[in-house]
């Protein structure tokens, strides 16, 4: 075999991968997207998805979520689509469906944002 028809053999391989489905017996199926990413999903609809970049979502059967990404980032989403977002520096974003969201900095400091779009920033009392 020529190095030519190696390489051919190994591209055509590459590219069967990318893009491709494995199903099994019991429902659930192994996806690889053509960026890298995987995703597993579990015969109850739950899944895993791992990106390139590191980043991994764990998605329940409730469509309830956590994100885990590479530099810390730590992002849960409840069936209800509300969320609370941890970030490495120590903030945390909380987000109500229908309601006010509420950043707390690391210094205690809160900044709500009303569902009218208003803010009020409250400063930690020393």
């Given at each position: 075999?020529?190095?030519?028809?190696?390489?051919?053999?190994?591209?055509?391989a590459?590219?069967?991968?990318?893009?491709?489905?494995?199903?099994?017996?019991?429902?659930?199926?192994?996806?690889?997207?053509?960026?890298?990413?995987?995703?597993?999903?579990?015969?109850?609809?739950?899944?895993?998805?791992?990106?390139?970049?590191?980043?991994?979502?764990?998605?329940?059967?409730?469509?309830?979520?956590?994100?885990?990404?590479?530099?810390?980032?730590?992002?849960?989403?409840?069936?209800?689509?509300?969320?609370?977002?941890?970030?490495?520096?120590?903030?945390?974003?909380?987000?109500?469906?229908?309601?006010?969201?509420?950043?707390?900095?690391?210094?205690?400091?809160?900044?709500?944002?009303?569902?009218?779009?208003?803010?009020?920033?409250?400063?930690p009392?020393?």
């Amino acid at each position: 075999m020529t190095a030519g028809a190696a390489f051919a053999l190994t591209m055509a391989a590459n590219l069967a991968a990318a893009g491709a489905v494995v199903k099994n017996a019991d429902g659930s199926s192994v996806e690889t997207l053509d960026d890298g990413s995987k995703i597993v999903i579990n015969a109850d609809r739950s899944s895993v998805e791992t990106r390139p970049d590191g980043t991994e979502i764990v998605t329940n059967a409730d469509k309830s979520s956590v994100e885990t990404r590479q530099d810390g980032t730590k992002i849960v989403v409840n069936a209800d689509k509300s969320s609370i977002t941890d970030k490495p520096d120590g903030t945390k974003i909380i987000k109500n469906v229908d309601g006010p969201s509420i950043e707390i900095d690391p210094d205690g400091s809160k900044i709500v944002t009303n569902a009218d779009g208003t803010r009020e920033v409250e400063k930690p009392k020393k």
